[in-house]
């Protein structure tokens, strides 16, 4: 079962590169802006992080490129909670062409929920907060199909 | 030794998020930047991509954030050949805040020599251009620092 979709967004034409397609870097740009979106979802929203002074940093990430998009394609990027603890969750996303079957990219993300400020530092996830990214994918979602985060290597794997 | 810096790049207004710092996602945009710079320091420059169809395509990265950068400083980005194949290059990235010691994140990209047009597909990197990535780091150069690409994962590692 596809992640939940959660944004969609049309491509800029500043995200078009010399190779006439979606620059690498644009997806990850699209890709930001769903976690955005999947913030809201699980309650880390405007009033929140300006109530709590807490939001999310990204502490690491790995993308897939696995199709080219081009100018006047859609995007449709869903998100997924791979995983959860007190204060990380760790996020994975698909990116689709609208009307496009299979993925165009996938992204891992772990994030971590952090207190700006004078006691700037890693927070715990509330308890209502926690409980939103528990049951954010759904009773129906299953296992994130990925590709998967990895060591990149040109070796050739076992 | 730092890798060999071949970007530098201000940050744009429009690059600052919420957070009132760099978006994370303008990290990766600053390094596909860097990546470009680097295709030309390797003679995948704009002549080269018009005379041959061939460019790169980012086929997998992963990325560390490791320090919060601001409006009005600086990035210096780097980059070191990981290694080198036939058709695909591994580059390391490194992005430091000018006037600071230690990095603000890393990237490695797995980057794949792909003509496009109508013979599209995986392409054999010219020797001229094979023997300047191999000697892009330089003799004194060792080893990519890091931090390196893995699985993401929340498990405690051992």
Redesign the interface.
């Known amino acids: 079962m596809p992640a939940r979709t959660l944004y969609r967004t049309a491509i800029q034409p500043d995200w078009i590169d010399?190779?006439?397609h979606l620059?690498?870097?644009?997806y990850?740009?699209a890709?930001?802006r769903a976690c955005d979106a999947f913030m809201v979802a699980v309650g880390i929203d405007?009033a929140y992080?300006s109530s709590t002074q807490c939001?999310l940093?990204?502490?690491?990430?790995?993308?897939?490129?696995l199709r080219e998009v081009k100018f006047g394609e859609m995007l449709e990027i869903g998100a997924h909670v791979?995983?959860?603890?007190s204060k990380?969750v760790?996020v994975g996303f698909e990116v689709r062409v609208a009307g496009k079957d299979g993925l165009a990219a996938t992204g891992?993300f772990?994030l971590l929920h952090y207190r700006?400020g004078e006691q700037a530092g890693a927070a715990t996830f509330p308890a209502t907060i926690r409980s939103a990214i528990e049951q954010f994918n759904g009773p129906d979602a299953g296992e994130w199909a990925g590709p998967?985060?990895?060591?990149?290597?040109?070796t050739k794997r076992a």
């Open positions: 010399y190779n006439q620059n690498d870097a644009y990850i740009v890709m930001s405007e992080r939001t940093y990204s502490l690491e990430a790995h993308a897939h490129w791979i995983a959860v603890d990380r760790h891992e772990m700006q998967v985060s990895r060591a990149l290597t040109l």
